[in-house]
């Protein structure tokens, strides 16, 4: 069915959490809203993530000191970074780029643009969440990230020195005192940090198809067509080509996630931007009541009490989405929290993958194309997508409707120095 012609139209190409939250703050603003997607909203990166909506995600993944790191973890196989040699290649420009930005003025340049998108991360979600009736599926937990020795513990002093800085409250804990807080926690646990105000979505698949099933309850449309191209309508309104017609609206905006790359192209768009894989194990019957929410920062493996069971995140595999996946990875997370949490059963465990749309600077691209001013960017988000989802949605309304937005976009322009 083409989308209906008016002279507030959109349509938002990915149903993923980027692209169901422009959808409700588009249609909030007025706009007949046509959310396309390929497969249901909500099953792809956004489904399988660890629900961490923590404004503290702003400290960026390469840090000062990890380009020495980056080749002992490249030949290492039980590395949580994972290469595919034959595709190395062509992802060696974009692996230049990310070892540049672990230099200190560039990460707290990056920290401190992509605290501005985080700032607002609750605040942005409170509208979506009432909506949608999702409320009671984000909440806040806090988080503990736990450390195997002082060493380790030290290691990690500067991030959080970083999140102090930027406002975010940090407790320092023993092994004994993270243990009385999590009971969970093994003996191996030497220390902590904790972060008292983080919110967690315990399940983020069904807050995704919830945004969705908002905006088609209140007037919007949701597509299952494959996008193959966009062009110029010639009337100043953007086209949409899909395996199944032709659709056009005042406003087109890319939230593909790790696909956009492939759409922003024949719009002279070239962006640095990879699939970065990651990994889950679902545990619905683990044995270990766990109530708030881990990173396992030794083994970067991050442990979230989902509804469905405790699900087990982690690993950055470097290859194509169409790569098959390599299952292998996820026993070797799960063998390594063992150790935070001893006893755990997986019984009935479910495994996932799926495709971080990661930029260099792990920062999103949220702009509007000046030669076609109908296209809006809405991807990139990396391992912060989750939580930056809903300010996106905000920011890309703010655009369309012609508004300053609520904050500096200079860094997340499709066109900045990406290094
Ligand atoms: C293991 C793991 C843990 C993570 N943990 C966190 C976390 O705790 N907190 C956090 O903030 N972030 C986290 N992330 C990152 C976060 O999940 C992503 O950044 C976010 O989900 C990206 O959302 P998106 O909407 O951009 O993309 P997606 O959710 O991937 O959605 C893109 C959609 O576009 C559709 N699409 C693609 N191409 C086309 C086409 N041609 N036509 C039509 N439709 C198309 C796809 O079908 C898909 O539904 C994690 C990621 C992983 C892998």
Redesign the pocket.
Known sequence: MPVTETTKSAIV????????SCALYLQREGYHCTL???????????????????EA?FVPTALPGFIWRIPMMMLDGSSPLQLHYAQFPFQLPWFLRFMATSRLEKVTEIASSLRTLMIPIMDAYEPLLEISGTKHLVQKRGRLQVHGSAKKFKGAGFAMNMRREGGIEVQELSGDEARELEPALGPAIHSAYYMPNAY?STQ?SKM?QAFAKALTANGGAVLR????RLEPAGDGRGCVI?DKGRHSANAVIM??????T??VKPLGVRVPMIA?????ATLPHNGVDLKIPITAADSYV?L?PMEDGLRV???AEYASIETPPNWRLVDQMIESVEQVLPGISQQGRFDW?????STPDNKPIIDQLEKHPWAYM????????????AITGRIISQLVTGQTPEIDLTPFRHNRKFY
């Open positions: 190409i990915g149903g993923g959490i980027v692209g169901v396309i997607d390929k497969d249901k909203p909500g099953l792809a990166c956004s489904a399988g993530n660890a629900g961490n909506l923590g995600s967690i983020p995704v067509e494959e996008v193959r899909t939230a593909a996630g790790a696909w956009s492939k759409l970065e894989r990651g990994y889950n991050v979230s995140c982690g690993m993958q799926g495709a971080r749309p809405a991807f990139g988000h990396g391992h912060v997508g989750f939580g930056t989802g």
